[in-house]
């Protein structure tokens, strides 16, 4: 099975020209390679599709010398829950799919080697090295050149890119409109026409490898549910995984999770805490209080320590 994965994600890089294997050349940071295996799960938890990846050792690379710049914009939760909003009150329904590889996609512009994916060496010039023209996963560059392909290529086509938050692109035609929200490879859009959706489909499917259209159900760890009189927006398969993962399946349920006078203290030795648990936790909880600010208090106070 993972000799299969491997081979589809090897065809991958042929289809998008992703490198041209040279000779080693002198005085030249060769970056290493490695294969990671990774299930893709739905909203009910279960396994949708598994995934090979060929990623890089991008903590290798030297600034300056083998990148220039590696940031890139990441749409926030915040600006997922105005764009549910926003889909309410006007009657969109919204929709998702996914780029697949979408890293490969993006054009570098420095000059990177790496070596040859593990078990895919050429037997002819097996000290041969790679030359990227595309980016990798795992490079520092790869995010930014990726958002730069994306962008360019919506901006090509009329869409007007968000002055706020810049993940954001509008295309207005007469009277109907086409949101469309990116998050690195994920695509959530929708349109007061649905003609609209099916276009813009067909469109970034004619220039990229896409997943099937579907209407958007999870999103952010958050599950979605769209409804004629509303949004429902829940994490109850994100809270089970929780309960699951630090063993508090049986735990007593508590209405106030704490007393509102409750003070905490570094200074308290009572009892003995282990702080990767402890941090665990409240990282944690601090990402599930997007929904559940009947926890915001307890968990922002515990954040402190």
């Known amino acids: 099975m993972k000799h299969i994965l491997m081979m589809v994600e090897q065809d991958q890089f042929q289809r998008n020209d992703v490198w041209d294997l040279v000779a080693k050349p002198d005085h030249k940071n060769i970056i290493g390679t490695k294969w990671v295996f990774r299930k893709k799960l739905n909203e009910q938890g279960e396994v949708e599709r598994n995934k090979a990846r060929l990623i890089s050792q991008g903590y290798n690379q030297q600034e300056i010398i083998d990148y220039n710049e590696s940031f890139s914009q990441v749409a926030r939760l915040e600006a997922i829950m105005v764009l549910l909003s926003y889909a309410v009150n006007h009657g969109i329904i919204l929709y998702q799919m996914d780029v697949k590889s979408a890293f490969l996609n993006g054009v570098i512009s420095e000059e990177v080697y790496v070596k040859q994916p593990p078990g895919f060496e050429y037997l002819k010039h097996p000290d041969h090295v790679y030359k990227l023209m595309k980016s990798l996963y795992g490079l520092k560059q790869a995010p930014r050149a990726w958002y730069d392909r994306l962008s360019n290529f919506l901006i090509e086509n009329d869409f007007k890119r968000g002055q706020v938050d810049t993940t954001h692109f509008k295309r207005t035609l ?14 959530i859009f929708g349109s007061t026409n649905a003609s609209l959706c099916k276009e813009f489909y067909k469109l970034m499917q004619d220039e990229f490898e896409m997943s099937m259209m579907r209407e958007l159900k999870f999103f952010f760890r958050i599950q979605i549910n769209q409804c004629k009189n509303g949004v429902y927006v829940h994490q109850s398969k994100y809270t089970k995984e929780l309960l699951k993962k630090f063993k508090l399946e049986d735990c ?4 106030t999770p704490m007393l509102p006078t409750c003070t905490l203290s570094k200074k308290d030795t009572r009892t003995k805490i282990e702080q990767k648990l402890f941090r665990g936790m409240i990282g944690s909880l601090l990402y599930l209080t997007a929904i559940r600010h009947d926890i915001l208090f307890s968990v922002c106070l515990c954040a402190r320590l």
């Open 174 to 187: 007469k009277k109907d409109i086409l949101v469309v929200q990116i998050y690195v490879d994920d695509i």
């Open 252 to 255: 007593k349920e508590m209405n």
